[in-house]
């Protein structure tokens, strides 16, 4: 806890970079995520032969 109480603006400059790379990487993730549901799914409609 003294850590924490002795640098805080340290610890928020940290969480604020780490926020930044997380919310980053999930845009990301998320595009990724959405764009290979529709490849799955063009290849699904495909082979069904919807």
């Known amino acids: ?6 640098q ?3 610890w928020n400059n940290l969480t604020l970079r780490q926020q930044q790379k997380i ?3 999930g ?7 959405m ?3 529709t490849i ?3 290849l699904v409609e ?3 032969g919807k």
């Open 40 to 42: 799955a799914s063009l």
């Open 27 to 33: 845009v990301r993730l998320s595009i990724k995520v």
């Open 23 to 25: 919310y980053k990487s």
């Open 8 to 10: 805080p603006d340290r």
């Open 1 to 6: 806890m003294k850590k924490w109480e002795i």
């Open 46 to 48: 495909t082979i069904l």
């Open 35 to 37: 764009f290979g549901i």
